[in-house]
């Protein structure tokens, strides 16, 4: 395996757990809020999937540098990867909330939204801050949603409250998350 890769591997590994973790530590501030608003979540949400769109995002250029390049295949699909590591690492750290065995799910439907938003950036040119803003806030409106189906089952007002504050606590973090893929770049140069 190319050291490129494992860096890549490793990178992606490390905000998988970034994300995972610190959810737990803005959670206080974050049902603040909620329960001011009298919704479940979406908060926290989207600040652990930020660090899934900031590896994604590192996948995504080297992808972008090495497209023509016979140097070994570039990685695919890192966000529902990224979002299965986070599914089982929850499952094995019990940290299931109310979700329970299905909380899997509530990680892997993200990872799928990021890579959508990646590949639709393919297509359209994208730069670094709307990549990271749409993939964000998308990935956290659709963890929302599977948390609704799953869990919650709210409906009317109150769902379109809890997916508009999703939408825009994603697309606030996803700008952080693209503040912070521009210092990384400039500190270490991956991005």
């Known amino acids: 395996m190319r050291q490129s890769r494992l860096s890549k591997l490793n990178f992606m590994a490390l905000c998988c757990v970034l994300g995972?973790?610190?959810?737990?530590?803005?959670n206080p501030l974050a049902n603040v809020i909620t329960e001011a608003l009298?919704?479940?979540?979406?908060?926290?949400?989207?600040?652990?999937?930020?660090?899934?769109?900031?590896?994604?995002?590192?996948?995504?250029?080297?992808r972008q540098r090495n497209q023509y390049s016979e140097s070994g295949k570039p990685l695919k699909y890192s966000g529902t990867i990224m979002g299965a590591v986070q599914g089982f690492l929850a499952l094995c750290l019990g940290r299931v909330g109310s979700m329970g065995i299905l909380a899997p799910l509530g990680y892997i439907v993200p990872g799928m939204a990021i890579d959508l938003?990646?590949?639709?950036?393919?297509?359209?040119?994208?730069?670094?801050?709307?990549?990271?803003?749409?993939?964000?806030?998308?990935?956290?409106?659709?963890?929302?949603?599977?948390?609704?189906?799953?869990?919650?089952?709210l409906w009317g007002p109150v769902l379109?409250?809890?997916?508009?504050?999703?939408?825009?606590?994603?697309?606030?973090?996803?700008?952080?998350?693209?503040?912070?893929?521009?210092?990384?770049?400039?500190?270490?140069?991956?991005l």
């Not at 479940?40 to 995002?57: C, D, R």
């Not at 670094?128 to 089952?153: G, Y």
């Open 20 to 26: 995972l973790f610190t959810k737990k530590l803005i």
């Open 38 to 62: 009298h919704i479940p979540g979406g908060i926290s949400t989207g600040f652990s999937i930020m660090f899934l769109v900031v590896a994604a995002e590192v996948v995504w250029l080297d």
């Open 117 to 153: 938003i990646y590949g639709l950036a393919d297509h359209f040119k994208l730069d670094r801050t709307e990549r990271m803003v749409f993939a964000n806030a998308l990935a956290a409106v659709l963890a929302s949603v599977t948390a609704n189906v799953i869990v919650f089952r």
């Open 160 to 190: 379109f409250l809890y997916l508009c504050v999703s939408a825009f606590s994603g697309a606030l973090y996803g700008f952080l998350g693209s503040v912070v893929a521009g210092k990384l770049r400039k500190a270490v140069g991956i």
